[in-house]
């Protein structure tokens, strides 16, 4: 999306701390699109969810995945560049979402 961001993070063992991971990761992309660009990139607050079920993770997953066409900027989630996990290929991404 063009003006906001959407994640769908999952902590790997019992010492995850996702808020961590999203402050940190703000922390540091703001710092260098700061340092390039010589302005903020984050709004001081966010929105964030803990999720503790797997078919809660699904919905949310579809809805994030569904926004740009929602949105009218792609026709097909797939035609979206910015879309993707590290976890999942495409392919199965989208699958798991069709079976969600």
Same mark, same amino acid.
């Given at each position: 999306?063009?003006?906001?961001?959407?994640?769908?993070?999952? %902590?790997?063992?019992?010492?995850?701390?996702?808020?961590?991971?999203? &402050?940190?990761?703000?922390? +540091?992309?703001?710092? @260098?699109?700061?340092? &390039?660009? %010589?302005?903020?990139? =984050?709004? $001081? +607050?966010?929105? !964030?969810?803990?999720?503790?079920? !797997?078919?809660?993770?699904?919905?949310? #997953? $579809?809805?994030?995945?569904?926004?740009?066409? $929602? #949105?009218?900027?792609?026709? $097909?989630?797939?035609? @979206?560049? @910015?879309?993707?996990?590290?976890? =999942? /290929?495409? /392919? &199965?991404?989208?699958? =798991?979402? &069709?079976?969600?």
């Amino acid at each position: 999306m063009p003006d906001h961001l959407h994640l769908l993070v999952e %902590g790997q063992s019992d010492a995850s701390d996702c808020k961590q991971f999203i &402050a940190r990761s703000k922390q +540091y992309s703001g710092f @260098y699109y700061s340092k &390039a660009y %010589g302005k903020k990139l =984050w709004q $001081r +607050y966010s929105f !964030e969810h803990v999720i503790r079920d !797997e078919q809660k993770s699904v919905v949310t #997953a $579809r809805y994030i995945l569904q926004n740009p066409v $929602r #949105a009218g900027l792609v026709q $097909r989630i797939s035609d @979206y560049p @910015y879309v993707g996990s590290l976890v =999942w /290929p495409m /392919p &199965a991404l989208l699958d =798991w979402i &069709a079976k969600g």
